[in-house]
């Protein structure tokens, strides 16, 4: 609906904050760690008033269900490390 669109427009700010930073800074680490940041980055997020998704993964902002199955069927694991892995190294020239 439209209510749902324009909700998800707010929440794409801190989104797509969460999203670039872990692109930029924490594709060297494990999954653990990552998930552990992005936590810290989550309640950061909340405490300064940035709007962002309760349920935010990497997946969901940059990736579309279409190419994580062309992924899958290509080989990659299907879980979610190795997909944002996938995403990492599409998405950032880095790495």
Sequence with gaps: TA???GHSMVLLIGDVFNASGY?????????QYRNNILADWMKLCHDSGI??????TLQKV????VEVREWNIQ????DNVS??????VTRGKRW
């Design 3 to 5: 209510d749902q669109i």
């Design 62 to 65: 940059c990736a579309s269900a």
């Design 51 to 56: 709007p962002v998704s309760d349920d935010f």
């Design 23 to 31: 692109i930029s800074y924490l594709g060297a680490f494990t999954g």
């Design 75 to 78: 080989g990659l694991p299907t």
């Design 83 to 88: 997909v944002d892995n996938g995403i990492l």
